[in-house]
């Protein structure tokens, strides 16, 4: 079987005759999920995920021939449907109101600000996700409906196709390289013993006695400023960050469509 067809669900043939095989890919992969949810990616083993099911290893290789294609499966099983699944398969419009097709104008703002959102809730939900270290373009048909979903979000709005792809790609990785940062900080505590407000706050008196003011002058100005001292935002929260980037680059796009538009 081809990785694309494990990838996209195809099963073994079943035989003519005798009884309907009691395994598929889609419930090896829950089985997956279910253990990296609960012990790591790290424990994720087809004999692992064999036991859980009550086959043995060999029964797993006839619908995912090897751990490589099973992590892929999980990858794409666990990313779920994106937030605007429902406009997949609708032509993209170039209208450059960003209307949706009819006329009626659309919060295309909006509509990347709930992707990111929900990919982020998606990543806190299943955080191994972030350990997978992706060695092709997304191909999965969860991924492939996510990034559909987000260049949907850009069309009509005045883009290149160029152009939209280029966003995608800067937008996804922003979301997940920040929501990696935040997952493994929020690990420390656990590995450290020390909690997540005294790491905040022995970081905030290192760079108190670091930032030298000749040799690092605005590490010094946000030292005096107050801006690396604890406050009410947990420690490993990056959405305050994600979501004011995400704001000036949506600003950003929105005068680039303009300055085209006024030739």
Known sequence: MKPLDVLWGGERPRPARGP?????????????????????LDALSMHHVAGKLGYTA???????????????????????????????????TDDPDGSDGSGAARD????????????????????????????????????????EALLQAFAGIGLTDEEMLHLVMFVTGAVRDLAHTSSEMAQAPEKTGVSMEQIG????????????????PMLARLVGSGTFEPNETPYND????LDFGLELLLDGVEEHVRRRLRG
């Open 20 to 40: 309907r095989p009691g395994l598929s890919v889609d419930k090896i992969a829950a089985a997956a999920i279910r253990i990296a949810d609960e012990e790591g």
């Open 58 to 92: 060999m029964s797993l290789y006839r619908y995912v021939p090897s751990k490589e294609q099973l992590v892929d499966v999980v990858y794409d099983r666990a990313l779920g449907p994106p937030p605007t699944a429902g406009r997949t398969g609708q032509p993209a």
């Open 108 to 147: 295309w703002r909006a509509e990347v600000r709930g992707w990111v959102r929900s990919m982020l809730t998606v990543y806190q939900q299943h955080p191994w996700l972030l350990d997978i270290t992706t060695s092709s373009p997304p191909l999965g048909p969860n991924q492939l409906a996510w990034l």
């Open 201 to 216: 706050e022995g970081y905030a008196d290192a760079m108190r006695h670091l930032a030298d003011s000749a040799r690092f």
């Open 238 to 241: 990056t959405v305050p960050s």
